[in-house]
Every structure is written in structure tokens, then in C-alpha cells.
């Protein structure tokens, strides 16, 4: 028998500040002024709009705990007994704005319309857009994912796919042509990091970087060869004259690179493994740059076994300035004995990274989380360990300290938040702007 079903769904468009993560300034409500009208465009809720208490309205309470955001939804019966299209919701499902594809959260809306609120949680990370909490909020009457929320999901399902294709690639020591060392680091001094050009190459410094020291290698190759073959490359003889075996040495090397299956020798196509040298930044910080260059992921907590890294020390060649071998180091750098650990990256050491290697999406997130966390007791020294190498955290840190410079000075006289500083290069100029924008201000 045939049956005819109605399906609605209402679209709540949220955008808030940014919350402390401490009370009372932790907590925000946004509400509609109006109750929605069938087939609606989303309805955007701001904060501190206060619609008559005889109006139907929809409240959406935003309370922050530490790295997620409660989202509490309600929908407030007015006197003038209007009631949305869809009085029988089921399901509730929050949706990133910014970067929908990263998380949809689900949640049971069974009572909504009767005035129950409907609790739900999002990291505070995925909800973040341009210095503001942005995320829509869709009520459906269906018990099933809307249409327009099932091309994410599955889309979803094809990232899910790739990245776990790219973790796989990202600790194949097999495969790899590419190996940065860290003879400044003191947890990585020892350890060569993998990876594949092919890769790094959609990454502009990236890409310079490989070619440069590609050509280094081939430069130096090339001289080894000059300096090393005493036989002329003609195939001459002592005597000068053409040898025969010369030609059946080619044939030779052709057929040599066909096995008994016909198939072509993996070996003669092996690229030579280019190894540079990284200074400015540590072994961790390179690793989580390259789980984001290949799945796009984001950790501050660096797990090696993840990453194609050297085991030991001397399965890995290298020379000091004068081209001599250097001698190997028998610990492993990454055992349960090493007497350096990993420690966990830290956002503004990613943020200067993700910069310098134009890593332009990671470096966004960065900025976000480096502002997000900026507070009395970490301003100052953000503005000179970032602030000089960003200019958008400069700005923050700056614009930070001048709206509470009295709490920072006033409050204890005989502190000077600056003095571990003065002899730093930009101390000079970063007062400066600083006295500027708190002019501004005044």
C-alpha cells in the first residue's frame, strides 16, 4: 500500500563570541526574535536580542567547559500559540560551519516542542570560525539523517578512507625518498624522519626545499663520479680504441633490469633517499607538521611509532662539514631508555612551522587556538615568542595587553612582565606599537 510521509527540517543558524572558560563569562544564550515560518530560510540567532515573552521563540543556550561547548536548545511557547511547522522532532544534529565534513553531532529531540531543552556537546576547536563560535543547529522530524547532512556523511566516509591510506604511506619506510634530520634537537639529534617528495612537492616551501637539496645531491653525485671513474665513459681502452664489450654490457644491463616474470626491477627506478637538515625546528614539532600535510589531522601529542623514522642511529649515514662520516651513537632516540622523551607540541611552535613551510590551513587553525588561549599570565611572553613571528598573534597579544594593562602593572607594583625581555631584538619596537594602540584606545 502506498503511504505519504511529512519530513521537516528546521535550520538554526548560531553565531556567538568567544567564551572564557571560566564562569560567569563562560555562558551565552542566543535567541530568535520570531517563531519560523514553514520552509524558511535559517533562522540566525545573535546574542542579546530579547524577543516579548508572548512570542514563540526558539533559545539556544551556549556554555563552554574547558576544550567543548554544551549547546542547550529549547523552543519557548508564546501566548500567541504558534507552533513550528514540525511539532514532532526526533532527531537534533549539529553541524560545523566553517568545516561541516569534520563533525556532525546527533542527538535525541524527542520532547523539544513540548519544552524539554535538548543537551548536546562540540569540541570548541570545530565550532570556531573567524574569532567567533559559528555552527548550524538542524531539528528534523525524521529519525534519520536529512538529505543534505547524508552527502557529508558519506563524504566523510571517503576521507576517513584516505586518511588511513596516508597514515599507512606515512610510516612506510619502504617508499620513501625523503629524510629530515635534527641535529640541533636534543630528543632528535639522532633520528631521520621519512617522507615522499611527491607529497611534500603540493607545498610551496615544501616543494623548494626538495628541489633545492635534489640538485644539491645531483651537484655532489656528480663530482663523486668526476673524482672517482678513471674509465672513459666512450668505452676505450688503454689504447684508445673502441671496445667491443661495451655495447654487450648495455644489452646486459637492459635485460638485467627484467626479471624471469617480465616485469621491471623495482631497484633500477629507486630514487636515492635526499637527506636535509632541519634547524629551526625540533623532531616533534616536524612530525605533527606532517601528519597534517598528509591527512590533514591535527595532534600536539607525537606518537613515532606513527612516522617512517631511522630505529637506530646507525642505519642512518651522515657528514659533518668536511664531508667526513660522522661516528654512530648506539642508543635509540626513540626506545623506552632514551634519556630524552617527546614532549608534546605546543600550538604557537606549530603556528611559527606551519608558517614558515606555508602550510596555510594549518596555520589558520593555529592563529585561532594561539589567540583563543592568550590570557594574564601568558601574554607577554606569546608576544614575543610568537607575536614576533606572526603578525596576526602580535596583534592579539598587543591589543590583549592594552585592554588590561591595569591588572598586569598596577596589581603588583614590583613586577615588570617585561624585564625577562629587554635584551630581545623587538623589545624596542613592540613597546612602541604598544604605546600607540593604547593611545588609540584613550
Not at 310 to 318: A, D, P, Q, R
Not at 323 to 333: A, S, V, Y
Not at 337 to 357: F, H, Q, R, T
Not at 423 to 431: A, D, I, K, V
Amino acid at each position: 500500500m502506498a503511504s505519504l510521509s511529512f519530513t521537516h527540517d528546521l535550520t538554526l543558524r548560531v553565531e556567538s563570541p568567544l567564551l572564557s572558560t571560566e564562569a560567569p563569562n563562560n555562558k551565552t544564550e542566543v535567541l530568535s526574535l520570531v517563531s519560523p515560518p514553514p520552509d524558511a530560510s535559517p533562522v540566525s540567532l545573535l546574542p542579546g536580542a530579547s524577543p516579548a515573552l508572548e512570542v514563540s521563540h526558539w533559545k539556544v543556550t551556549l556554555t563552554r567547559m574547558a576544550d567543548v561547548i554544551a549547546v542547550t536548545t529549547t523552543w519557548i511557547q508564546g501566548t500567541d500559540v504558534r507552533r513550528p511547522e514540525g511539532d514532532n522532532y526526533k532527531k537534533l544534529f549539529i553541524v560545523p560551519y566553517k568545516k561541516p565534513k569534520a563533525a556532525i553531532v546527533v542527538v535525541d529531540a524527542t520532547g523539544l516542542i513540548d519544552g524539554h531543552p535538548v543537551n548536546g556537546m562540540i569540541e570548541t576547536k570545530k565550532v570556531l570560525h573567524d574569532k567567533k563560535y559559528r555552527f548550524d543547529i538542524i531539528v528534523s522530524t525524521s529519525s534519520t539523517m536529512p538529505e543534505s547532512l547524508l552527502a557529508i556523511a558519506e563524504t566523510n566516509k571517503d576521507i576517513a578512507v584516505c586518511r588511513q591510506t596516508m597514515r599507512m604511506l606515512l610510516k612506510d619506510t619502504s617508499s620513501i625518498d625523503t629524510c629530515f634530520v635534527f641535529p640541533d634537537d636534543k630528543a632528535g639529534a639522532n633520528i631521520g624522519l621519512g617522507a615522499h617528495r611527491c607529497v611534500l612537492s603540493q607545498h610551496g616551501r615544501f616543494g623548494e626545499m626538495v628541489q633545492r637539496a635534489v640538485k644539491d645531491m645531483t651537484l655532489f653525485n656528480l663530482y663523486k663520479d668526476v673524482k672517482d671513474d678513471k674509465v672513459d665513459k666512450g668505452g676505450k681502452n688503454d689504447k684508445g680504441d673502441k671496445d667491443d664489450k661495451g655495447d654487450k654490457d648495455d644489452d646486459k644491463t637492459a635485460a638485467s633490469s627484467i626479471n624471469g616474470a617480465g616485469i621491471l626491477d623495482r631497484a633500477e627506478f629507486e630514487p636515492e633517499v635526499v637527506v636535509i637538515q632541519v634547524d629551526n625546528f625540533t623532531f616533534a614539532t616536524f612530525c605533527a607538521l606532517l601528519l597534517y600535510v598528509y591527512t590533514g589531522e591535527i595532534k600536539l601529542s607525537i606518537d613515532a611509532s606513527q612516522f617512517a623514522t631511522s630505529k637506530t642511529i646507525s642505519s642512518l649515514k651522515t657528514y659533518d662539514n668536511c664531508g667526513d662520516t660522522r661516528g654512530p651513537i648506539n642508543w635509540n632516540p626513540l626506545g623506552v631508555e632514551s634519556p630524552w622523551k617527546l614532549k608534546d607540541v605546543e600550538w604557537g611552535d606549530l603556528l611559527i612551522a606551519a608558517d614558515y613551510y606555508g602550510i596555510t590551513g594549518l596555520q589558520e587553525h593555529c592563529q585561532e587556538e594561539v589567540a583563543e588561549a592568550i590570557n594574564k599570565s601568558n601574554v607577554i611572553e606569546t608576544l614575543f615568542k610568537v607575536g614576533t613571528q606572526s603578525d596576526e598573534i602580535k596583534q592579539e597579544a598587543l591589543n590583549f595587553i592594552a585592554c588590561n594593562m591595569e591588572s598586569l602593572f598596577l596589581d603588583d607594583k614590583d613586577n615588570d612582565p617585561f624585564l625577562p625581555y629587554r635584551g630581545h631584538p623587538s623589545y624596542h619596537g613592540l613597546l612602541i606599537e604598544l604605546i600607540r594602540i593604547k593611545a588609540k584606545k584613550e
